[in-house]
């Protein structure tokens, strides 16, 4: 069984993985990184660090689904403001990708809801009261949990089992309490490979109460403006621009909270916290502008040939790249399809009314507008950080008057910051082959982790 990697001060990780499975296979894989050298006195002081994983469904040597899952953490303050969100220290965040195994699955399924209704969160119970071949985890084995999200791959069925292929992602607080779930959820395992994985990293038998210690001083989040931030934009906003930043778009973006919801409850986010909640809508632009930008970037393009097949291209990438977390997948794909219908009727002859995804379907909008690349980055990140704030004051976190000044502060630091405009020469670099999305990542694995556990809520005011 796989240890966590261990990131040094100042190191450059780069990896990338491609498995192919077939269709009557029994797979896992487990992918883990922690903090770094905690004698060292390190945490989060990596340099870079980015991984990718593919998974090809495979039957008969045909594909049947491609799933791919990308992290990107670019210096060690993206890394302690992703992980350390609320002032506690998380040492330990990974995947666990799993096919065909249903009883470890359960098991999973299992210790995400009881750490959910361990921070406090009212979950529904999904196996009802079946516990006679998967008991429930007890405090010792899940106190080291952070948080968990179990996300079925959309679009992949077989006979035995509705959603064979399931991404789990993990926040832990120690590498200790990341062996015991570990450890627990893949015990089923050892019938079929002859030990219990992780069995042997075991060795405290006491319980940590995580929830109570460990706290320090809040990650720096600095959102102040650049030195130059005085000068103008030299972006020409034309009135167009203003139509697609307006709150009318995207259609339906209120209905999502991107994670905000799952992190009220589960006591991340607490009301009138602000500091916390700017650190987590940072976040949250940052992610939209590392996973969800270049696909909008690329789909404006003017000068490619067969752009129709281009944009199904894009589309498909993105959609492999989200059909193993549910929520943003559903989110992405209702917002794509209410930003269809507005060019279906502002675009004489579109051609790209099968697109499923919000960002692709944002860039040929702007394409439309003849806006510039500048102008459609910045409203597409600006639209995620308003209905961000949006989702905080329904939730009732902050109100909305308190909500407007550090909404025009997180939106000036991204406007004024290479965190936008760098997307433009890294894509114009690419011919625009199926390699494009890979530079697509997500850069908020904890948020990750709390927007996948949406879905066990009880109660729930946002569809994801």
Not at 149 to 177: Q, T, W, Y
Not at 374 to 399: N, Y
Not at 432 to 453: G, I, K, N, R, V
Request: glycine share 6%.
């Amino acid at each position: 069984a796989p240890d966590a990697l261990v990131p040094y001060k100042d190191s450059i990780y780069r990896s990338k993985s491609s498995f192919e499975i077939d269709a009557s296979a029994h797979f896992v894989s487990v992918e883990w990184t922690q903090s770094g050298r905690a004698h060292s006195g390190e945490r989060w002081e990596l340099g870079f660090y980015e991984t990718i994983s593919q998974w090809h469904i495979v039957n008969g040597g045909s594909d049947i689904q491609q799933i791919r899952d990308a992290t990107r953490l670019k210096n060690a303050q993206t890394a302690q403001v992703a992980l350390d969100l609320g002032g506690q220290s998380r040492d330990v965040f990974g995947t666990v990708a799993l096919y065909n195994v249903p009883l470890v699955a359960k098991r999973f399924d299992k210790a995400a809801r009881a750490a959910a209704t361990r921070r406090g969160a009212r979950i529904h119970h999904q196996y009802g009261e079946q516990t006679n071949s998967c008991e429930n985890p007890s405090d010792v084995i899940i106190s080291g949990l952070a948080a968990m999200g179990i996300s079925p791959c959309l679009g992949i069925h077989n006979n035995k089992n509705d959603n064979p292929f399931l991404l789990v992602r993990f926040v832990a607080f120690d590498v200790e309490g990341a062996y015991r779930i570990l450890h627990w959820c893949l015990a089923p395992l050892k019938t079929k490979i002859g030990f219990a994985p992780y069995s042997d990293r075991i060795h405290a038998r006491g319980q940590t109460n995580h929830l109570n210690r460990f706290f320090f001083e809040k990650p720096n989040l600095d959102l102040s403006p650049p030195p130059n931030s005085n000068e103008k934009l030299t972006i020409h906003l034309s009135p167009l621009a203003f139509m697609l930043a307006d709150s009318a778009l995207p259609t339906g973006g209120f209905a999502h909270s991107g994670g905000l919801e799952a992190a009220l409850q589960m006591g991340i986010l607490r009301p009138n916290d602000e500091t916390t909640l700017l650190q987590v809508i940072s976040n949250l632009a940052m992610n939209q502008h590392s996973l969800y930008a270049p696909f909008a970037f690329a789909a404006m393009q003017q000068h490619i040939e067969n752009y129709d097949d281009f944009l199904m291209m894009l589309d498909e990438n993105l959609d492999a790249l989200l059909c193993s977390h549910a929520q943003a997948h559903l989110a992405s794909t209702r917002q794509g399809a209410a930003l269809n219908r507005i060019c279906n009727s502002m675009i004489t002859n579109y051609t790209g009314a099968k697109l499923r995804h919000g960002a692709i379907a944002f860039g040929v909008l702007a394409k439309h507008m003849a806006l510039s690349a500048e102008a459609m980055l910045l409203v597409f990140v600006h639209t995620a950080i308003r209905d961000a704030f949006s989702a905080a004051v329904r939730l009732g976190i902050i109100g909305p008057l308190a909500a407007l000044p550090l909404q025009a502060k997180v939106f000036r630091h991204f406007a004024h910051t290479s965190a936008i405009s760098h997307v433009i020469p890294y894509t114009e670099k690419h011919s625009y082959d199926d390699d494009t999305h890979l530079f697509s990542a997500s850069s908020a694995p904890f948020l990750d982790a709390l927007h996948a556990s949406h879905s066990l809520l009880d109660m729930r005011l946002f569809q994801s």
